[in-house]
């Protein structure tokens, strides 16, 4: 490691537990909003205590910050893709770890070829079901909304 990237990590370190709480606060009203949604099935956060997970994640873990998954009912993979793929404030990767808002469909199910992660999932999933994960950001959280309000229409 260069003495660059050492001295980033030390000062990304100092503000740190400031950024992992707004994350946490920006989620919190993130999954009251999607809650409301007709086409979200479920939301996939084990700090939410309507999850099935919740206790297993309290006797393990203090805190939380803004990584979810949303599964959405839909015959359409193309729309689940378009309302991904029409977020404006979302990117699209898997970088969990930096500031920015980020989505991305999850495919989860194997083909043919690849039959021995079938029993490796812990959820199953119908052929209706699509599984996005996101991570909510630093961004306001009233703009994340009115981004995914927008993009859920496309959802058929």
């Not at 729309?79 to 990767?93: A, C, Q, T």
């Not at 599984?131 to 909304?145: N, Q």
Request: cysteine-free.
């Amino acid at each position: 490691m260069s003495a660059d990237e050492a001295y980033l990590i030390i000062r990304g370190l100092r503000t740190l537990d400031t950024r992992l709480n707004q994350h946490y606060e920006n989620t919190k009203k993130i999954i009251n909003f999607l809650k409301r949604q007709k086409k979200i099935k479920e939301i996939l956060y084990p700090h939410n205590p309507s999850s099935k997970n919740y206790k297993l994640w309290k006797k393990y873990y203090s805190g939380a910050t803004g990584l979810l998954s949303i599964v959405i009912k839909s015959k359409q993979k193309s729309s689940v893709i378009k309302f991904v793929n029409s977020l404006e404030l979302f990117g699209i990767g898997y970088s969990w770890g930096g500031f920015e808002s980020l989505a991305i469909l999850q495919e989860l199910r194997s083909s043919k070829k690849d039959e021995y992660i079938q029993g490796r999932n812990y959820f199953r999933f119908n052929n209706d079901e699509h599984i996005v994960r996101l991570h909510i950001g630093l961004e306001d959280p009233k703009d994340l909304i009115t981004d995914l309000k927008r993009s859920l229409r496309y959802i058929k």
